[in-house]
């Protein structure tokens, strides 16, 4: 098996989607401001399931952590805390079907106790455990719903298989910075969501270790942009990425476009050869499809993040003011009250087509190909029949 990192519960929405951001180079991350408030206010709950809430507080270093904390009222959370166990790391094998709670031993202890994880094994911690629900702490704003919490998922198999349960409710604990205030969301998977996630567990792994080798090979590793791009911590090698900036970059790329179409230009000049015509065409047609891949990228990219930054500006979308569009009949018939009759049908265009008659013969109940034809050889013979040139296109024929 090829080189794969340790896969843990927060990645798995982005490794479902991504297999190669689980193999290429990852750059480090400082922790946010945000990250460092969750961290705060997991830690105080995690020791309010051993102390007096009173004495946890005391220990709160992070100061807007504690504002928040000290606002919260443990009898809304849905379990007591005196009952659960807290900061549960579990290690699961989707190959076993068995899931363990990693025992930090001295040497790991403090260090990241995924280390202790096998090849086949995939790591996520729980905030909270109970005998047959599995809860997480979330603070801020829009959290997940369980039910479509890979997270959540993960672990709430994890409690299944460690306690040979057929259903775990999962809840999110979603805690308001501003005042700490609680809100619940609660799903309860059963046996047919574990099948299900174990499947999809195995053919991750399967994906991931399938872009390792490729990597290994030298060739470029299988990405897929998305919202899951957002926490990425291989972004920095990810070709996707690479692209988007290359399109940004509009002095590098610009020139080099003008360039090669010169290039084509030139060589045009000099004496038109088929093979010049086919290979320019082709050229331009690849060069149209990259640039349509590229702006759906970027356009991806600035949604998710609300701009994306260039030399010359950020990229932002924009909504373009609707055009008021005027139904013809209401239209006319108002405009005839404002001006009169015979000038407002002096001005207003009247437009048949052949779709049309068919729509009026249809509606009268007629023949549609029978009175197309009458109503055309009537308007030939008023003199009101024309034909427009036929454009000239460019088509290829099979020899
Ligand atoms: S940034 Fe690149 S590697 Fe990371 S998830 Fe997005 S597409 Fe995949």
Redesign the pocket.
Known sequence: MAYRSKITASQLE?VFA?S??QV?PTSPQEESTYAAFGTAGHEYLEDCSRMNPWDALDLMEHEEAKATCESIDLQDLPFRLAEIRAEVPYAYSPITQQARVLEPTKEYQGRNIYKLMRADEIGGTADVIGHDFVADYKFGHDPTVPEYSEQMKFLALCLARENRLTEVTAHIVHILKEDGSINVYSHTFDIFDFAEMDMRLLKMQESVDDAAELVQLGKPAP???GE??HY?R??NA?P??AAIAVHVNETTVIPVMRDRVEGQLQRLDQGLRITDATAMLAWVKAARFRASEVEARLRGEVREHGSVPSPEGNYVMKRTRGQDRIDADIGYRALCEEVDKDVADAVVPRKITKKAIKEAAKLAGLNQADTERKVLERVKLDGGLSKTKGQEKLVKESV
Do not use: M, P, W, Y
Request: some cysteine.
């Open positions: 982005r991504c190669g951001s290429l990405v897929e942009i899951h791009c990425c291989t972004k990810c996707a990425q």
